[in-house]
C-alpha cells in the first residue's frame, strides 16, 4: 500500500525525527544534508582516507535527522515537488503582555530592553529556538528570565530541573554570580559543576561546564526538563553533540551565542539540537542606540626588511613573529600607553608568557591568564579590573575571549594572528560593555606583511572583511619593522 506522502516525519523523541520514505528519497536526503568540512584535508582521518571530509546530518541507515530540522525537510520537498506530513511544530499561544508581567514579577533590578523581551516571548513561544545576539546584548539576563519561567511552571525534583551548559569555568561562576545580582538566592538553587565538583544534587538548576558532563550515561540528562546551551557555537564539537543526543526527553532546548561561524552547516547542526535561528539584536543595531560602546580599530601592518620575508610555512611564520623582540617590545609599549584597562590577547602560552614579562618590566599592574589558571584567580582578576584602573590583562584567546564580562574595559590589542570569525567577534565583544569611565572602546589589530604572500596577512585580510560586515570604522597604519 503507497503511503499518504512521499515523505511522512514521526517524532521519535526529543533529539532525533524519524523520516519515512522511499529509498530513492533517502539518498538524496543525505546529499542535501551532506556539507564538505573546512579544512579537512588537513586531517589525518581524511589523508588516510578513512573519512571522505563530509558531515552528514541525516543518517541514511537509520533514516533519522535532528529533530529541529524538520522545517529544511520541508523545504526540500516543497523544491522537489515531493508532498510531506508530520515534523510541524504550533507555538503556544502566549501574548507578550503577559511576558511584560511575569518580568516585572521578577523585581529585577535593571529594566529588560525590548529585544530581550522579545527574545524571552519567542522563547517561550517555540519551546526551542538558537537566540543569536551579539557580545554585551545581556545574554545571561535572558537566560535568568526563562529559568524563572520555567520554574514557576515546575517543582524541583526528577525530571523538573534545568541545565545551563556553558564552555568555561569562569562562565560557571560568572552565572552564578550574574543571577545573584538579578535578585535570585543562587547558593539555594544553583549547583555549579566542574572539576572537582560533584555531579549530583537536590537543587534545581545545575550550571556545568559541558567537558564534566559529556561522560555521564543517559540516563542522568532524564532529570533535567530545560536544557540551555550558552555559547552555543562551541556545540559542534563531538563531546558536546554527545549531551544533547542524550537530551531524549527534555522539551525545552536553547542555544544562545553571539555568532555564528559563517557556514550552512554550522548553523545546520546548532538548529538540529536548539531549533531555528532568532536574531536578537545585532552588534551596529545596539551600537547606534548606545546600548554598547563604540568602537574604533586600528590596522598595524608591521613591514619587515626584504631579507626576513623568505619565511616558510605558517609554524615558521608564527614562530618567527612571536620571537621577534621588536614586535614585542610594541606591543610592550602600546599596552602600557594607554589610558584605561587593556587586554592582550595571545594565542601561543610562551608568547603569553614573554608579554607579561615584558610588560611588567614597565607596571606591576598587570595580569598573566591562560588555561592553567583556575578560576578562583580568574575571578578575582576580573573583579580587581573591573574596580580600578590601568590594569594590563595578558590573557589566552581560548579563555578570554568567550563570555568574561569586564565592563570596565576599554582597549584590547590582538597580539597574535587569528581568522575565525566567531573568535575574532567575541574577542572584540569584551570591549563593548558601557562604562561611565568610557568612550569607546579601541581595538589595536596587529599584523605582519611578508610582501603580501604569507599566512598571517591573508588572515588580516579576513579580518578586515569581517570589520566591513560589522560596520566598524577602522584605519590602517604601516610601520617598517
Known sequence: MKPESDIILHKKNEVYLQVECERSIARELNDFFSFEVPEARFMPSYKNRVWDGKIRLFDSRTNQIYSGLGSYIREFAEKRSYSITGGATIP??????????????????????????????????????????PTASGKSLIIYILIRYYQKL????????????????????????????????????????YAGKDKESEKFCYISTWQSLYQQPRKYF????????????????????????????????????????????????????????KQVTTTRQLIDKKQLSDIKVTGIVLTYPKEECIIRGYQDEIKYITGHS??????????????????????????????????????????????????????????????????????????????????????????????????NLQSIGRGL????????????????????????IKHFVERINIYNQEEFDYEIHKVQM
Open 326 to 423: 621588536k614586535r614585542n617590545n610594541l606591543i610592550r609599549n602600546l599596552s602600557v600607553d594607554q589610558s584605561g584597562n587593556t587586554l592582550v590577547l595571545f594565542t601561543l602560552i610562551k608568547h603569553g608568557e614573554l608579554l607579561y614579562k615584558l610588560i611588567k618590566e614597565k607596571t606591576n599592574d598587570v595580569h598573566l591568564v591562560y588555561g592553567a589558571t583556575d578560576t578562583q584567580t580568574r575571578e578575582g582578576i576580573r573583579k580587581l579590573t573591573e574596580e580600578s584602573e590601568g590594569r594590563v590583562l595578558v590573557a589566552s584567546f581560548g579563555v578570554f575571549s568567550t563570555g568574561i564580562n569586564i565592563r570596565n574595559l576599554h582597549n584590547i590589542i590582538f597580539a597574535s594572528p587569528y581568522k575565525s570569525r566567531i573568535r
Open 92 to 133: 503556544l499561544s502566549i501574548y507578550k503582555e503577559n511576558v511584560k508581567s511575569f518580568i516585572s514579577s521578577l523585581e529585577l533590578p535593571i529594566e529588560p530592553r525590548d529585544y530581550q523581551v522579545d527574545a524571552v516571548h519567542h522563547s517561550i513561544r517555540n519551546g526551542r529556538s538558537l537566540l543569536v545576539s
Open 154 to 193: 515546575m517543582l524541583s525534583g526528577d525530571g523538573n530541573c534545568i541545565l545551563l551548559l556553558v564552555p568555561t569555568t569562569s562562565l560557571v561562576e560568572q552565572m552564578f554570580s550574574d543571577f545573584k545580582e538579578y535578585g535570585w538566592n543562587s547558593e539555594y538553587y544553583c549547583h555549579r559543576i
Open 222 to 277: 532524564d532529570r533535567f526538563a530545560v536544557i540551555f546551551g550558552d555559547e552555543a557555537h562551541t556545540f559542534k564539537a563531538d563531546s558536546l553533540k554527545k549531551i544533547m543526543n542524550k537530551t531524549v526527553s527534555c522539551r525545552f532546548k536553547y542555544g544562545l551565542t553571539g555568532t555564528l561561524d559563517g557556514t550552512q552547516c554550522h548553523r545546520l547542526i546548532l538548529e538540529g539540537l536548539f531549533g531555528p535561528v
Open 433 to 456: 560593555r558601557l562604562h561611565d569611565s568610557k568612550v569607546n572602546a579601541k581595538l589595536y589589530d596587529i599584523a605582519d606583511d611578508f610582501n603580501n604572500k604569507n599566512h598571517t
